[in-house]
DNA sequence: CTGTTAGCGCCTTCAC
DNA sequence: GTGAAGGCGCTAACAG
């Protein structure tokens, strides 16, 4: 199957010359005479000649590679995330392995040290549950390992972050404006930091507003159908609690607040007449579903280019003190029709 | 920056013994007396070696990685697929490198170059724009190539296909059936052989009955605004041709279909009173949007998995001949409120 | 059972 | 300007 590939050997020996003088022509390093320089490119051509970045990386020690580690290949949120790191590491001829940790600590552990068995020069971990575990790890391979969204605590790890707890806290601070006044929450049981984060943003807005932020509920994940099931625990604390039912839900982010939608929808409930919702994350479906959903941006794909900005920067800086450990971005409230009664002309 | 890595010579030192011992004892390949391999994976275990796959790829002349390439992380097809391939390729110890191409053919092109050159055993294409050039691709290199849903024409390579026409062909009799009589198509003007499949089966069902398979409009792309942009003049032609709005829009994808959902309650036209309307590939939002979209399950977890399924099964086998080079699995229709109207209790 | 030797394909000194 | 030698970390062949 296997056919044999043609190596700098067999270019040398079917141009008379040695292989560290193929080896130079092809990547252009020291002055040689334009004839042979020519000679071997055209050679190389035409036997097909592709250089083994294996090979390679063996002797350089650098792989041009990095590995990508993400909670779940279909999550929105990750997929961005992966598109900004692509985009920047082709840019510096980086290749980019990719892996799933199914949100599990252990199979995220694994998976990084088997990138580590591959030589990637760094780790870009999206939506880490391990955190500050990779500090020690950093210090025994020397790989650098930039976290995206880090859902664990402890900082004294390279991070790029979106500020959670701004955005939560003016999405919320939108609902207020907009007159709602029994504004629940309803989060997500796995998403750690950033969860507590929204959670608290939520909380603080409420309360600085006078209003009781008493009413929270965590679904028992961040998808669909988390969010669906999430709705009638959260319907019952309100009664419970409020004797009524919240008049505006905000959710962990987009794909649950669709999840809400779709249950609320089959419950009779009018989004936003009866109950306004909100989503977090702005993925692009949110802006086509009935109603379209009022939202916070995460800038996604920013995070997933710094990150990858992060890793280069480590790797060509001789020393990893000057380079920034932490990049925090900012996103921009979305205001869709989900949080806006329609006008009565009435 | 990078710490020295630890390797076989290492422990061989350390434990007083040869490396192609230890590599030996690591990979407990031929007998050996349990004591010193004991002391040398104790030896290996706290001394914190990491084998490196780069060396052994280069004797091996096996990586056990393979390339996969995909139009779009974001697109919600690719997703399922990746995640089909990612499962079925650690339980080989395979790695996966992704890249994009972005719909274009030859950023495609240079994509699976890229990855030839870092040697992977195999790869995988996923909605090739490209097709059969694989075909010369393969014979010059012997790296396998396996497409997943190829785009474009043409049989002579390994390829996992989806059932594309009698699903629209499926879809379409479901429509029928519904007391549909002006179904209108709206294709996908970037998607090539699945579209043709696609509207193929659409045409020849409404031929079939009776009915006219004339209004058929491509869509710019597969996405939300492709669909969402096709909506004007799908009717427009449908108004000149039959004088009426059709009755049942049959779309590409779940995707376009989301996007023509929220283009047709943005003109006040109601589905599926007004309008019905299908998508296809049964997306899980598909279920959550307002109606829910009545589809086609395309088995695409399943597509990626007989995908890897595929190139294992060519890089083991010594007689490529043997492995079937075409898999073709089918789908499942999938009703939903989308194309069924409230019954009315009068 | 274990050590010696060789080589995967490439790059980097150093001579010439 | 170019060639010769050595080595990256590992495995495969052969000795012993």
Chains 1, 2 share one sequence.
């Not at 988390?226 to 709705?231: I, M, R, S």
């Amino acid at each position: 199957m296997q056919k044999k590939r043609v190596s700098i050997k067999d270019i040398a020996e079917a141009t008379g010359v040695s292989h560290p003088t193929v080896s130079r022509a092809l990547r252009s390093e020291g002055r040689m005479s334009d004839q042979t320089r020519t000679r071997i490119l055209d050679a190389a051509r035409t036997m097909g000649y592709t250089p083994s970045l294996v090979a390679r990386g063996l002797v350089m020690q650098r792989t041009n590679t990095i590995g990508l580690v993400v909670t779940n290949f279909a999550d929105p949120f990750h997929s961005e995330v992966a598109r900004g790191v692509e985009d920047e590491a082709v840019l510096h001829q980086f290749s980019v392995y990719i892996a799933s940790s199914k949100v599990d600590a252990k199979r995220e552990l694994e998976v990084v040290r088997a990138f580590q068995g591959r030589q990637v020069d760094g780790i870009i971990v999206s939506s880490s549950r391990v955190g500050d575990q990779y500090a020690d790890l950093l210090q025994e391979t020397g790989v650098p390992i930039v976290l995206v969204n880090n859902h664990a605590d402890g900082t004294n790890i390279y991070a790029v972050y979106h500020d959670d707890y701004t955005g939560a806290y003016t999405v919320a601070q939108h609902l207020i404006d907009c007159g709602y006044r029994r504004i629940a929450y309803l989060g997500n049981g796995r998403a750690g930091r950033a969860n507590t984060e929204r959670k608290r943003g939520w909380g603080d807005i409420l309360r600085r507003a006078g209003l009781p932020a008493e009413v929270k509920v965590l679904g028992s994940n961040g998808r669909l159908q988390g969010g669906g099931a999430g709705v009638a625990p959260l319907l019952d604390e309100a009664k419970r609690l409020w004797n009524a039912w919240p008049d505006a839900i905000m959710c962990y982010n987009d794909t649950m607040a669709i999840g809400v939608l779709r249950e609320l929808h089959g419950r009779g409930i009018q989004v936003p007449e009866d109950i306004a919702l909100t989503g977090y994350d702005d993925i692009e479906i949110s802006g086509y579903v009935q109603p379209p959903l009022t939202t916070w941006h995460q800038p996604r794909y920013e995070l997933g280019r710094e990150a990858m900005r992060m890793v280069l920067a480590l790797l060509n800086s001789t020393d990893p003190d000057e380079v920034p450990n932490v990049v925090l971005l900012t996103g921009q409230l979305v205001v869709r029709a989900s949080t806006i009664k329609k006008v009565s002309h009435s």
